[in-house]
């Protein structure tokens, strides 16, 4: 059952007394000087408010400023740490929401942008609408838990073109030692710094587009620090069965999963969808993986999921497991991306995530993590609220709904 909190004055203030708490001892960790101290403070503030578009000119007028130089000059030309600030959101996040048991959900955010002198935009693929766009691509990583689920990491994805170009790569500000790197790699660095330091998690997910790197399943079976995860797989990744048998998964899947392979089935519904409930048929068997052995102690199995309102519907998912992992918590990890994927956007929206008027490297950055503060300030004032009221009957359950809007 679904509970929504009372809201009151005491609780209101409550949470800005916690907000400024938070963007104080933050804000004196980054900044020498009270003054940019008090423009991040604002900034912050100001991306929590209903705000139509969150870029620096709207934000200042909704916080007071007679123009937008404070908001500029912090995310431009301010001398300040925005990797720090990147890891006091992980701290804070890890602090409130972390667990033993949460997920790292490996995801791609873009944003659609008009001409080619903003840091990354080019003509690539755009997730969001399904074709070539002039867009970013940002590739992050949302933390999990049963608290809630927020980004604790990001990249912005430099094609070759710009990679390569020394006159826009010097007018954009990128530093020298950033280099080409394919999103899998990307997601590779990210993962490196959250092992360094110390996050918490028990599984990686996510999408085809990462499933089928060999590189990035490689780094995940490394003996000294393997790495579980259930991502999504592509129709042509090649596995072999226990009985020999072996092909690309997705050629062949009733040969595949024929009867009297040594298969577990379940059926599962997965809430609701715009065509109503949700209804999958899960099978696994263990497969093997062309060229890439699991990690010690680890096991490669393979899970289709096919829906039962069109058969015809069918998504492979290969998971790296500690040997013994029962098939119903890979399940559970598979379908948990989808839900991220959707819940995200409601942050994104709700916060401005994409919405920035900044073309360089360095701007970039600061906004993306302000608003990851700011996003996990939400989640974790959503994790404490203490639910008092049971929503209505029929709406069911969800263990990592929305952000609530908590505007200030």
């Not at 995310?75 to 300040?80: G, I, T």
């Not at 073109?161 to 790699?185: K, L």
């Not at 040997?323 to 995200?344: D, V």
């Not at 995530?353 to 996990?376: G, I």
Request: aromatic share 8%.
């Amino acid at each position: 059952m679904v509970r929504v909190a009372l809201l009151s004055y005491d609780l209101v203030m409550a949470w800005d007394a916690e907000l400024t708490a938070l963007t104080e001892r933050i804000g004196r960790s980054l900044f020498a000087r009270p003054e940019p101290r008090a423009s991040f403070t604002d900034l912050v503030r100001g991306l929590l408010a209903d705000v139509p578009r969150k870029n620096s000119w709207q934000l200042s007028d909704h916080v007071g400023h007679s123009t937008a130089n404070r908001f500029e000059h912090l995310l431009d030309r301010a001398k300040w740490d925005v990797e720090a600030l990147r890891d006091q959101v992980r701290d804070y996040v890890v602090a409130h929401l972390g667990s033993p048991d949460a997920v790292l959900i490996a995801d791609d955010t873009q944003a659609i942008k008009k001409g080619n002198r903003s840091v990354g935009v080019a003509r690539q693929y755009c997730g969001a609408t399904g074709q070539v766009e002039n867009c970013q691509v940002i590739p992050m990583l949302t933390y999990a838990s049963n608290a809630g689920h927020t980004f604790i990491n990001r990249r912005l994805y430099l094609p070759e073109s710009w990679a390569g170009d020394p006159g826009g790569r010097a007018e954009a500000g990128v530093p020298e030692h950033v280099a080409f790197a394919t999103r899998p790699h990307l997601v590779i660095e990210m993962l490196e710094q959250e092992v360094a330091a110390g996050t918490p998690f028990a599984y990686l997910s996510a999408d085809a587009g990462y499933g089928r790197d060999p590189d990035l399943r490689a780094f995940c079976h490394r003996a000294e620090r393997p790495i579980a995860y259930v991502m999504a797989a592509p129709v042509d990744l090649p596995v072999r069965t226990p009985d020999g048998g072996g092909e690309p998964v997705g050629h062949a899947p009733d040969r595949l999963l024929a009867p009297g392979r040594p298969l577990v089935r379940e059926h599962r519904a997965c809430g609701a969808g715009t065509k109503g409930i949700r209804s999958y048929d899960w099978a696994s068997i263990t497969v093997a993986v062309k060229d890439q052995a699991p990690a010690p102690g680890h096991a490669h199995t393979l899970l289709t999921r096919r829906s039962v309102a069109n058969p015809a519907e069918i998504e492979f998912f290969l998971a790296h497991a500690i040997e013994g992992t029962a098939i119903s918590e890979l399940i559970r990890i598979a379908g948990l991306r989808g839900k991220i994927e959707e819940y995200n956007e409601y942050g994104k929206d709700l916060l401005g995530l994409t919405q920035y008027q900044v073309r360089k490297w360095t701007p970039w950055h600061r906004h993306v993590t302000t608003v990851m503060l700011a996003l996990a300030f939400l989640t974790v004032t959503r994790a404490h609220l203490t639910p008092s009221i049971p929503a209505e009957r029929g709406q069911g359950t969800d263990r990592h709904p929305p952000p609530t809007d908590l505007r200030m």
